[in-house]
Every structure is written in structure tokens, then in C-alpha cells.
């Protein structure tokens, strides 16, 4: 079982990689201009790597936003559609929701399963969803 202290490093360094940095926004001009070059979004993001990985396309919308605001660049729907996350689909037209409850005993006896005091059965501190519950006190 991992303490709270190693969740918290955890949570802080999840937060330190999406934070918006100004370099991370100058690497995403780099793949900006890429793509308005003609390169295909992902091989721009991999031309341009950075140290913890690559950028992910929150920070290129990001980025796109604030050369729009400051009137760098003019509005381009076509630039943004590229760039911007596709919308979730599924089979059914019925999108997954994972909701977690306040922590209760479970009745099952499985040895593999996690068995976290704070978390409800088979869920870990670490997973992003529980550390939001978590952080929110299972609101």
C-alpha cells in the first residue's frame, strides 16, 4: 500500500507536466507553424519532442488561443478543428462515466485486489479519477 506522501509527490508531478510553462508554449508555436505548413499534427508534435515527452493538444489549443488574443495570428476554424481533441464516440451513443463512492468494506475476500482504507475496493490512491475524489472528499 503507498502512503500519502508518494500520492502527493505524484499529484504535484502530474501537475508540473500539464502545467503551461513558457516554454512549453514557445515549443507549441514551433508545432503551430508546422502545421500551418502543411505538416500532419502528429508529426509535427513529434519533430518538435520535449524533456518529460511531447506536447499533448490542450497546450497547442492553448498556445493557438493566446496568438489569437495578443493578434498574432488571424482565427482560423480550420487550424483549431485540426489541433483540437476529437469528440468521444462510441458504438452505442453511450459514453462511459466512472463515478466513485465513498470508500465502504467490501464483502469479497480476493487477495490481488487493492484494499486501500481510503479508496473503494480495487481502486487505487494513484489513478487520476480517485486522486480527484480524493482531493474533493468524495463530493
Known sequence: MRNLCEIVVKKS?????????????????????DVRAGFPVMEAVRRHPEAAGHINKSTLVAAYTQLIERGEWQADEQLLATIRLKPVRTLSGVTTVTVLTKPYPCPGKCIFCPD????????LPDEPGAMRALEHAWL
Open 116 to 123: 486501500d482504507v481510503r479508496m473503494p475496493k480495487s481502486y
Open 13 to 33: 508531478s502530474f501537475q508540473q507536466l500539464r502545467a503551461l510553462t513558457p516554454e512549453k508554449l514557445a515549443l507549441a508555436r514551433l508545432i503551430l507553424d
